[in-house]
């Protein structure tokens, strides 16, 4: 069995900055792609950030260079840095990650449970 879990989330004031982070637990060969998601209420959930296996990154372009995604490949944990938060960041925030479970050659998806976020005075 597999498992992402997110952690990091919580309540923070306009302006201020967090680090989300994500670890991947359970029998994993390897993890291509992780990246990072969110959705906000009454809205669909969103792609934020991805990196690859050789460390590419991509945003989308509503983070405007205050994200920075990164992973540490021998921990199985990718982490989303988030500067400069406005309360339109808030949401639950979800871990996705492509990966080989030990003993197949398939690439399975996973998702995190989520960590919410919320951005308010």
């Known amino acids: 069995q597999v498992q992402l879990m997110e952690s990091g989330g919580g309540l923070v004031q306009p302006g201020g900055s967090l680090r989300l982070s994500c670890a991947a637990s359970?029998?994993?060969?390897?993890?291509?792609?992780m990246s990072w998601h969110r959705q906000a209420r009454g809205k669909q959930r969103e792609l934020v950030a991805l990196i690859s296996t050789s460390g590419n990154t991509m945003y989308v372009d509503f983070v405007k260079g205050r994200f920075i995604i990164s992973r540490v490949t021998a921990e199985n944990t990718v982490y989303l840095q988030i500067n400069n938060l406005g309360p339109e960041d808030t949401a639950i925030y979800y871990c996705h990650a492509n990966l080989k479970i030990t003993g197949r050659e398939t690439l399975d998806a996973y998702w995190g449970k989520g960590t919410p976020l919320t951005v308010s005075t």
């Open positions: 359970g029998s994993i060969f390897s993890i291509s792609h």
